[in-house]
């Protein structure tokens, strides 16, 4: 038995509660009861705590108050109300922060968060204890269907807190590794050497899960197998998150690992949205948010099954409410119901990042993951990156295996074609791909914006 695991659980959880006021286990108890709830009753939950927010926002949030005429359909029907608020940008929370915050918040209680940066636009804004706390419930609330529960053994892979000095970085990990007992591996120590170390630690150790963004476990991975490192220990469950999880990069992690991988859907700005159950369905976390599939030109709301933009409203900031906020990411939602017994809804296609959306010569819209997934049947690639430049120019950078057989590249290539049209396909052959700040490889960009 892990005691850290258990004094976590049944001490320090608890004494957290009264000392600092932290209602992380209570939000999750109610969690636990509402997932198993009909459908309908937890549309209804979410309803209530939706009519509150709304009244909160028109009602004391600078940004809303222009829409106190609606408060009626507010008080009849929240969801209906919810369309009248215009969609949110990241560039607006930017530019605009103050009118967002609830004057008579706490400011002293308020955490500022940025969303990252690397690679994307970074978003400045507040979260409040509450909504970290119900988002930390949501994130224990899934990890439960896969038998985790709060302070198991975990192995986080990430990118080091590069900003921390090393006095911070030994506190730091001093205090992951007993008040909340992560083991933690550096994402830029991963290297042929480094991995057997790691390797040590797994089997000693024994974690209950990994936890990662996906190209760090799967390079993690790759070093394993390439290395021919014993791993002798098998977690229950490895979750990937941050990240598209691509399925050669899931292939190899459970390989290396002989465990299941999973996706966690979340986002800094946004908390835990959704969650793999066994069925390999996403379930929403949907008492925490509302989550609404928009098209991408139109911002329209779109039928279950249609991909589009995802917008997001968090229930439960009420110290910065950002009402139907465009998070950047391509889904659809599900109307089917999961036989995993977790009625909660389902979100499907998460397709990562809206710049990951490629256009076709005659317009169509096209996943840069479906050629991500497709380079992986020609073993002549070692590695890639497709970004597209324009419209019309395509750029394919590619490490070659050893054999290489051109050949492949000629039938990639044409699949491409089938897909995008007629359009240029520039190759360059590299010898390797830069990741980008954070350490996180980007397989495919698009780098000019999607509406002229
Ligand atoms: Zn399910």
Same mark, same amino acid.
């Given at each position: 038995?892990?005691?850290?695991?258990?004094?976590?659980?049944?001490?320090?959880?608890?004494?957290?509660?009264?000392?600092?006021?932290?209602?992380?286990?209570?939000?999750?108890?109610?969690?636990?009861?509402?997932?198993?709830?009909?459908?309908?009753?937890?549309?209804?939950?979410?309803?209530?705590?939706?009519?509150?927010?709304?009244?909160?926002?028109?009602?004391?949030?600078?940004?809303?108050?222009?829409?106190?005429?609606?408060?009626?359909?507010?008080?009849?029907?929240?969801?209906?109300?919810?369309?009248?608020?215009?969609?949110?940008?990241?560039?607006?929370?930017?530019?605009?922060?103050?009118?967002?915050?609830?004057?008579?918040?706490?400011?002293?209680?308020?955490?500022?968060?940025?969303?990252?940066?690397?690679?994307?636009?970074?978003?400045?804004?507040?979260?409040?204890?509450?909504?970290?706390?119900?988002?930390?419930?949501?994130?224990?609330?899934?990890?439960?269907?896969?038998?985790?529960?709060?302070?198991?053994?975990?192995?986080?892979?990430?990118?080091?807190?590069?900003?921390?000095?090393?006095?911070?970085?030994?506190?730091?990990?001093?205090?992951?590794?007993?008040?909340?007992?992560?083991?933690?591996? /550096? #994402?830029?120590? @991963?290297?042929?050497?480094? $991995?057997? %170390?790691?390797?040590?630690? =797994?089997?000693?150790?024994?974690?209950?899960?990994?936890?990662?963004?996906? /190209? #760090?476990?799967? @390079?993690?991975?790759?070093? $394993?197998? %390439?290395?021919?490192?014993? =791993?002798?220990?098998?977690?229950?469950?490895?979750?990937?998150?941050?990240?598209?999880?691509?399925?050669?990069?899931?292939?190899?992690?459970? %390989?290396?690992?002989?465990?299941?991988?999973?996706?966690?859907?979340?986002?800094?700005?946004?908390?835990?949205?959704?969650?793999?159950?066994?069925?390999?369905?996403?379930?929403?976390?949907?008492?925490?948010?509302?989550?609404?599939?928009?098209?991408?030109?139109?911002?329209?709301?779109?039928?279950?099954?249609?991909?589009?933009?995802?917008?997001?409203?968090?229930?439960?900031?009420?110290?910065?409410?950002?009402?139907?906020?465009?998070?950047?990411?391509?889904?659809?939602?599900?109307?089917?119901?999961?036989?995993?017994?977790?009625?909660?809804?389902?979100?499907?296609?998460?397709?990562?990042?809206?710049?990951?959306?490629?256009?076709?010569?005659?317009?169509?819209?096209?996943?840069?993951?479906?050629?991500?997934?497709?380079?992986?049947?020609?073993?002549?690639?070692?590695?890639?990156?497709?970004?597209?430049?324009?419209?019309?120019?395509?750029?394919?950078?590619?490490?070659?295996?050893?054999?290489?057989?051109?050949?492949?590249?000629?039938?990639?290539?044409?699949?491409?074609?089938?897909?995008?049209?007629?359009?240029?396909?520039?190759?360059?052959?590299?010898?390797?791909?830069?990741?980008?700040?954070?350490?996180?490889?980007?397989?495919?960009?698009?780098?000019?914006?999607?509406?002229?």
């Amino acid at each position: 038995m892990d005691l850290n695991a258990a004094a976590i659980k049944n001490i320090i959880f608890p004494m957290l509660k009264y000392a600092k006021n932290n209602n992380t286990l209570d939000y999750l108890a109610n969690l636990n009861k509402t997932q198993f709830l009909p459908m309908g009753e937890i549309i209804s939950v979410q309803k209530e705590k939706l009519r509150k927010l709304l009244l909160h926002c028109v009602n004391n949030i600078p940004a809303y108050q222009t829409y106190k005429e609606i408060i009626p359909v507010i008080e009849k029907e929240p969801a209906e109300a919810l369309a009248h608020f215009p969609i949110l940008t990241k560039q607006q929370v930017n530019d605009m922060q103050d009118i967002f915050i609830f004057p008579d918040a706490d400011k002293s209680k308020l955490i500022p968060n940025r969303s990252g940066g690397s690679t994307g636009q970074p978003v400045r804004f507040y979260i409040d204890r509450p909504t970290s706390e119900h988002s930390e419930a949501a994130r224990w609330r899934a990890l439960s269907w896969w038998d985790i529960s709060i302070g198991d053994k975990c192995l986080m892979v990430w990118g080091n807190p590069l900003e921390l000095s090393n006095h911070e970085k030994l506190i730091y990990n001093m205090k992951e590794r007993f008040l909340k007992n992560i083991i933690f591996v /550096s #994402a830029y120590s @991963l290297n042929p050497k480094s $991995v057997h %170390k790691y390797a040590g630690m =797994i089997n000693t150790s024994k974690p209950k899960y990994f936890y990662g963004y996906a /190209s #760090a476990l799967h @390079l993690l991975a790759q070093l $394993v197998i %390439k290395n021919n490192v014993q =791993i002798k220990h098998r977690p229950k469950v490895i979750v990937s998150t941050a990240e598209t999880l691509y399925d050669f990069q899931r292939e190899t992690i459970e %390989k290396a690992f002989r465990c299941r991988v999973i996706n966690e859907y979340g986002a800094r700005d946004a908390g835990i949205i959704a969650y793999e159950c066994k069925n390999g369905k996403m379930h929403i976390s949907a008492e925490n948010m509302i989550v609404e599939i928009v098209d991408i030109e139109t911002k329209r709301p779109l039928k279950s099954g249609k991909s589009g933009l995802v917008i997001i409203t968090d229930l439960n900031n009420y110290s910065m409410p950002r009402l139907r906020y465009q998070l950047g990411d391509i889904a659809s939602l599900s109307d089917e119901t999961c036989g995993c017994g977790i009625n909660l809804p389902l979100i499907d296609n998460v397709q990562g990042r809206e710049d990951d959306i490629f256009v076709s010569s005659d317009g169509n819209y096209v996943h840069a993951v479906y050629f991500c997934n497709l380079a992986r049947s020609y073993p002549s690639i070692r590695q890639f990156q497709i970004i597209q430049k324009t419209r019309h120019d395509l750029l394919l950078k590619i490490i070659k295996n050893d054999p290489f057989i051109e050949s492949e590249i000629m039938s990639y290539i044409k699949e491409i074609y089938k897909v995008m049209g007629h359009i240029n396909i520039d190759i360059e052959y590299v010898d390797a791909i830069e990741p980008a700040a954070s350490g996180k490889i980007r397989y495919s960009k698009r780098e000019f914006p999607l509406i002229v």
